[in-house]
């Protein structure tokens, strides 16, 4: 049923998409605001008095005037935490505010992975860990510091880069290769005191080799991290709707042991071929039953949050993070947002100097929402990622 009505809401985005590009082209574009549409009488920036909740800004119903006057700001017991599971919190050198973000609101993470590392296949038995040239010593101590109450650990995330099918042939089912691409791994974290990593590889060989290949891969890296008292979180898809899915529920129980937890990437569930909401709520909660009906299993699920946005123009569309959407919110034409009650997701129309388009981005009202589901479900979270978010978010954690 949901599909299905969502099927028909995307007819309806795209045609409403079609619908503002013929009325675009029947006059010239407007060129931006530079004052923009919207103006504020006060900007709330920094530690606040009062959250979120208490300002009573999580709400259904969202005024852009309300985020403009208050996305920069956060509460000041930034110690504070609302959430109990797992937090795991990616950071990326791209988007360079979520190393503060760490800083500032560590105690609300139990993890922070810095989108570092990659790991090559030199030849037969021989691994590098690369990207090390990005590893900031100082700022693990001070996230660290800021997240010593809850323990925060740091666990790089790790890409499998540059290998060929036939690397992977090599290692695949072979206990010396294993072993080797194990303790590079390992030797790594105990260089640059990490506290473990999240492993992103399932995806990129699944198809290609029988699941119980990479099982036997993951378990094996399991053992050892755990001998060593490291952390290991792998990263997962999410349920497709496929005839054969590429991450299941027996591939959950038999990792299940070996793992600290499951990143499970609830996001990008649109795109611009597809355009609509990033993550509806009902797909996420059918990702989350499909892999476990065990509450005390989903404790290791870590439902996965985008801090991150989409803009849908009539030639396809892109990505977008905080600063524009934050520009594209002060050029708006609308005093308040759309509301999606079927994928519980907020969206606006947006004029640019490039066009028109349909932007879909979180608010507190969804994030709490997918909080909320996470909490009843008996899962941690994961969000991606730090510094595409605006920072009035972290006060739901």
């Not at 009325?23 to 920094?46: A, E, I, M, R, Y």
């Not at 503060?100 to 609101?105: L, P, R």
């Not at 005839?243 to 499951?262: A, I, P």
């Amino acid at each position: 049923m949901f599909l299905n009505n969502l099927i028909k809401c995307t007819f309806c985005l795209l045609a409403l998409i079609n619908a503002i590009s013929v009325n675009g082209t029947l006059s010239p574009k407007s060129p931006k605001s530079k004052k923009g549409k919207h103006s504020v009488d006060k900007v709330h920036s920094g530690p606040q008095n009062q959250n979120v909740k208490d300002k009573n800004l999580i709400t259904q119903t969202v005024k852009i005037a309300d985020i403009l006057s208050n996305y920069q700001a956060f509460f000041k017991e930034v110690d504070a935490y609302s959430f109990d599971g797992l937090v795991l919190g990616y950071v990326t050198p791209w988007n360079n505010h979520g190393y503060d973000v760490a800083k500032i609101f560590g105690n609300k993470f139990t993890h922070i992975s810095p989108v570092w590392l990659q790991v090559r296949c030199i030849k037969p038995a021989q691994y590098e860990i690369t990207g090390t040239h990005d590893v900031d010593k100082q700022w693990i101590l001070d996230v660290k510091n800021a997240g010593k109450e809850r323990g925060v650990k740091v666990v790089p995330r790790i890409l499998f880069d540059k290998w060929s099918l036939k690397d992977f042939q090599q290692l695949l089912g072979n206990y010396n290769e294993m072993y080797a691409l194990t303790a590079a791994i390992v030797e790594s974290c105990k260089k640059y005191n990490f506290d473990g990593v999240v492993l992103e590889v399932w995806s990129q060989i699944t198809n290609r080799f029988d699941d119980s290949l990479l099982v036997d891969l993951i378990k094996h890296i399991g053992k050892k991290f755990s001998s060593e008292q490291l952390d290991l979180f792998l990263v997962v898809p999410p349920k497709r709707g496929m005839q054969e899915e590429m991450f299941t529920g027996k591939n959950f129980d038999d990792l299940y042991d070996y793992v600290t937890g499951f990143s499970l990437m609830t996001y990008d569930f649109s795109n611009p071929q597809r355009p609509g909401p990033n993550a509806p709520l009902p797909w996420v909660k059918d990702c989350i039953q499909f892999l476990s009906s065990s509450q005390e299993k989903r404790k290791k699920i870590l439902t996965g949050l985008n801090f991150y946005g989409n803009a849908y123009t009539p030639n396809g569309g892109s990505p977008i993070v905080a600063h524009d959407y934050v520009e594209l919110l002060k050029n708006s034409r609308t005093k308040e947002l759309k509301f999606d009650p079927e994928s519980v997701e907020h969206f606006f129309e947006a004029k640019t100097d490039s066009g028109r388009s349909i932007v879909f981005y979180p608010t507190l009202h969804s994030i709490n929402e997918r909080i909320n589901l996470a909490r009843k479900y008996g899962t941690g979270i994961s969000i991606w990622e730090l510094g595409q978010g605006l920072d009035y978010f972290y006060d739901l954690l």
